[in-house]
């Protein structure tokens, strides 16, 4: 990505710089015309509005005590509960905590699940308690099982000697199987020892729910049927049924991949001109971005079977077994072909040799240097095309890359509006939709949202709407389910103390004000003090479109976050004391030093120190890391960092200061109708400047 270099973390999303775009000069004219109280100016409010409903930037405070009220709610949640977007609450520090996002980050809907292909033991535990495993193989002798989530993830677990552990996976409906075995006394010990009883629980368990219509687990992997062919790890699907229409926006992918459906349909027009089918494609992506999907619509487009394995599923406990499983895999395929064989995870298995703690992994060398071996194997036109995928391309080994393996990469990217519109339509068929449902402006809501992400959010608005004893869903349950995917849950039932609301309706106003009246700021969406996840109260802002689409953040742009995210803090100053500041702030305070920091060290924003980038490299940008803190700089030049640092934070308090104690008026009245109606929209905020007297802050 031409970008990565400016790309940076701030908020686990990808900032970069830019002067101030169109929109954000729009809006500073709609706030001027708003304080000029000029005729026009409700209708521009308006329009501002339905441009920008969205909440890319919020603000809150925690509410801890509200909190543990809501842990015990007066009448317990129907059984469709949709997916918790937060910790739990026992992981809640006592301390309030303030969440600042640039963009609405999605929680993935399994982010409650550990990442990577490695999972330890209690966290299988838990993912299993709460029904996300569904089902687990367990290698011959019992020391390690590969799982599969509801999700489609797997991972492999190292089994510890646990007598319940069969239990929690029966009570908890999970398929078990167990790897084949050549002979091996370990796996009839095993079994008999452990699994036997259950096993034969397991099959009933099945037939049982198949004899009801359920789910029985079809495909080559899972259901008890399979005990005796699991050997393979791979999945075949002769028709996959899926086309490229199934797959919405991808555009330039669908472009790229069409010529790979065109080598399969029609392999004897390339060779006749000597020209020489290539042998494997990268599919390159954050997760959820439909990578799978379009594997999977390549070879429906093509009318070929589909050959599909996870490559973690290679890596098993014994060396040599990764890659007689891949042998295994591309024998099959090519007996088959032409068809396409699709690995998932590649970097599971594709990662650098060599690399890693303790040195090589010789399991995995093994499995990477056979599917080498295949892949060169093969002939120009033996009609075999395997798609990877991965969303760590930088960690794989460059002998993967080289021509004639997978030298052909496409990127398959967050869909941009156009596409998120199309998505929408996509997973909202078979829905019942009330007219009022704009998918236009839901995708305007979306940024940065996957694939996945919004069939979780059409998901989650059909669950509320039955919950609603609703016949249709309505624009109400997608924005509800929205801002529950970004913020968690409303905690309505919550009991706020008067004192406590106050606080965060002051706090809150001072976020809104300040952002209010920075010039090229974002508009404010909405303000709320009803408690939301870990949050006692947010303040939303929407970026413009531009900002969004871009990415791009100007130097005056993080200045004024600064300010903004400084005003909750300094109103509570105001409004009760010094001395009566909460910790309500400590989360605008990490975020304000997180920003000041990077202006200094990355972004070239600091005349002491110049246009150099010192500190550590960027994290990864698909995977949303932080950035490394590594100091690469002298002692020296750190004291000039730490005092550039200090300088920018102060400069932007002294702003925010400014404002809040000029529109006092403002924020009072503000903080007044949020203890009323604990909710206040944006156009309703921005009324309340035309009948005070507020002045544009310049600085
Ligand atoms: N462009 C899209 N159009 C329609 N649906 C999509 C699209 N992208 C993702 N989805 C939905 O999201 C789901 C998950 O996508 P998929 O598994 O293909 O993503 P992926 O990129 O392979 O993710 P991972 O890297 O986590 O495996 C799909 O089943 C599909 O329903
Ligand atoms: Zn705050």
Avoid at 42 to 60: D, I, K
Avoid at 355 to 360: F, K, N, Q, R, V
Avoid at 440 to 454: N, Q, V, Y
Avoid at 532 to 550: D, N
Wanted: with cysteine; hydrophobic share 40%.
């Amino acid at each position: 990505m031409a970008n990565s270099l400016l790309s940076s973390n701030f908020f686990g999303t990808q900032l970069l710089l830019s002067p101030p775009t169109p929109k954000t000069t729009r809006k500073l004219q709609v706030t001027q015309s708003i304080l000029n109280n000029k005729p026009n100016s409700n209708h521009t409010v308006r329009a501002l509005q339905s441009h920008a409903t969205l909440a890319a930037l919020f603000f809150s405070s925690v509410n801890p005590q509200a909190v543990a009220v809501d842990n015990a709610p007066p009448t317990p949640p129907p059984v469709i509960e949709a997916q918790p977007t937060n910790p739990s609450p026992s992981n809640q520090s006592p301390f309030y905590q303030d969440l600042l996002l640039t963009a609405p980050k999605p929680q993935s809907q399994s982010s409650d699940l550990p990442e990577g292909s490695q999972w330890r033991y209690s966290e299988f535990l838990n993912a299993v308690k709460k029904g996300k495993v569904e089902r687990v193989r367990f290698s011959k002798d019992g020391s390690v099982l590969q799982l599969s989530a509801v999700d489609g993830r797997r991972a492999s677990v190292i089994v510890p000697n646990d007598p319940d552990l069969i239990d929690i996976l029966a009570m908890n409906g999970v398929d078990i199987s167990v790897s084949e075995g050549e002979s091996g006394n370990g796996l009839f010990n095993f079994i008999g020892n452990l699994l036997f009883p259950f096993l034969a629980f397991a099959g009933l368990f099945f037939l049982f729910r198949r004899a009801q219509g359920g789910p029985g687990g079809p495909g080559g992997l899972g259901g008890p049927m399979d005990f005796g062919r699991s050997k393979s790890k791979f999945q075949e699907v002769p028709e996959t049924g899926v086309t490229f229409a199934d797959v919405a926006g991808a555009d330039q992918a669908k472009l790229e991949l069409q010529e790979v459906v065109d080598f399969l349909k029609n392999p004897d027009k390339y060779t006749a001109l000597g020209a020489k089918i290539p042998k494997g494609c990268l599919l390159v992506g954050p997760p959820g971005t439909g990578k799978t999907l379009l594997a999977r619509a390549v070879a429906g487009e093509a009318g070929v079977p589909f050959f599909s394995c996870a490559a973690s599923e290679f890596v098993e406990l014994f060396v040599g077994v990764g890659a007689s499983r891949v042998r295994d895999l591309f024998e099959k395929a090519k007996s088959k072909a032409p068809c396409i064989v699709f690995i998932d995870e590649i970097d599971a298995v594709g990662r650098q040799r060599g690399a890693g703690l303790g040195g090589g992994n010789d399991e995995r060398e093994q499995t990477i240097n056979q599917l080498l071996t295949e892949m060169d194997g093969f002939s120009g036109n033996s009609g075999v095309i395997v798609l990877a995928a991965t969303n760590r391309p930088d960690v794989l080994d460059a002998a993967l890359l080289r021509p004639g393996r997978f030298d052909r990469q496409v990127t398959v990217d967050r869909p941009d509006v156009a596409g998120r519109v199309k998505i929408l339509q996509v997973h909202s068929r078979g829905k019942a939709l009330a007219k009022d449902v704009d998918f236009e402006k839901i995708a305007r809501r979306t940024p940065g949202f996957t694939g996945a992400d919004l069939q979780n959010l059409m998901n989650e608005a059909a669950i509320l709407a039955a919950r609603r004893d609703l016949k249709e869903i309505s624009k109400d349950e997608i924005s509800d389910a929205l801002e529950r995917i970004i913020a968690g849950p409303e905690k309505k039932n919550a009991v706020v103390s008067d004192e406590k609301k106050k606080l965060v309706a002051y706090h809150e106003a001072g976020h809104a004000l300040v952002g209010a009246l920075m010039p090229e700021y974002d508009p404010v969406a909405k303000i709320s003090i009803i408690p939301r996840g870990k949050a006692g109260g947010l303040t939303f802002f929407a970026p413009s479109e531009e900002r969004l689409e871009s990415g791009l953040y100007s130097r005056s742009y993080l200045e004024n976050q600064m300010a903004v995210a400084l005003g909750g803090r300094i109103s509570e100053e105001v409004i009760f004391g010094e001395e009566n500041v909460t910790t309500g702030a400590s989360n605008d305070f990490m975020q304000v030093s997180r920003v000041a920091r990077q202006m200094v060290e990355r972004f070239g924003f600091s005349k002491k120190i110049g246009l150099v980038a010192i500190g550590g490299p960027g994290g990864n940008p698909f995977l949303g890391q932080q950035m490394s803190s590594q100091k690469d700089y002298s002692m020296a030049t750190a004291d000039v960092v730490d005092a550039e640092v200090r300088d920018l934070v102060e400069t932007a308090y002294s702003r925010a200061k400014q404002i809040i104690t000029t529109h006092i008026d403002i924020l009072h009245k503000l903080a007044q109708l949020l203890m009323e109606k604990e909710t206040v929209d944006g156009e309703e905020f921005m009324s309340l400047f035309i009948d005070g007297k507020a002045e544009l802050y310049v600085s």
